[in-house]
Nanobody
Framework: QVQLVESGGGSVQAGGSLRLSCAAS????????MDWYRQAPGKQRELVAT???????KYAESVKGRFTISRDNGKNTIYLQMNSLKPEDTAIYYC???????????????WGQGTLVTVSP
């Protein structure tokens, strides 16, 4: 019924930049807060950044000042601009929405399939 599709991952050298996108599609009435998570090899998934429906943002300490989350409500899309990338940013990045209201008025939680970001020294 609803999908989150990430794009924009890839390989970059340390100090470089990437921009991730996450587009929601399906029978959507409204979307609440959306997040970016990441999972590095052998590590637990961690929250990177959150953006509320009104645009308020929160970041993990490890990415503050380097990453920027934004959203386009008209396109049901969020973005993650990642600057000054470090090798420790290497991970699979996942888009997440805890509360998507469908046109049927049902409330669902959805995860994207993930996109790989690799940062070389």
């Amino acid at each position: 019924q609803v999908q989150l599709v990430e794009s924009g991952g890839g390989s970059v050298q340390a100090g470089g930049s990437l921009r991730l996108s996450c587009a929601a599609s399906g029978s959507i009435f409204s979307i609440g807060a959306m997040d970016w998570y990441r999972q590095a090899p052998g590590k637990q998934r961690e929250l990177v950044a959150t953006i509320g429906s009104g645009g308020s943002t929160k970041y993990a300490e490890s990415v503050k000042g380097r990453f920027t989350i934004s959203r386009d409500n008209g396109k049901n899309t969020i973005y993650l601009q990642m600057n000054s990338l470090k090798p420790e940013d290497t991970a699979i990045y996942y888009c997440h929405a805890a509360n998507i209201r469908l046109t049927s008025r049902a409330l669902v939680e959805v995860w994207g399939q993930g996109t790989l970001v690799t940062v070389s020294p």
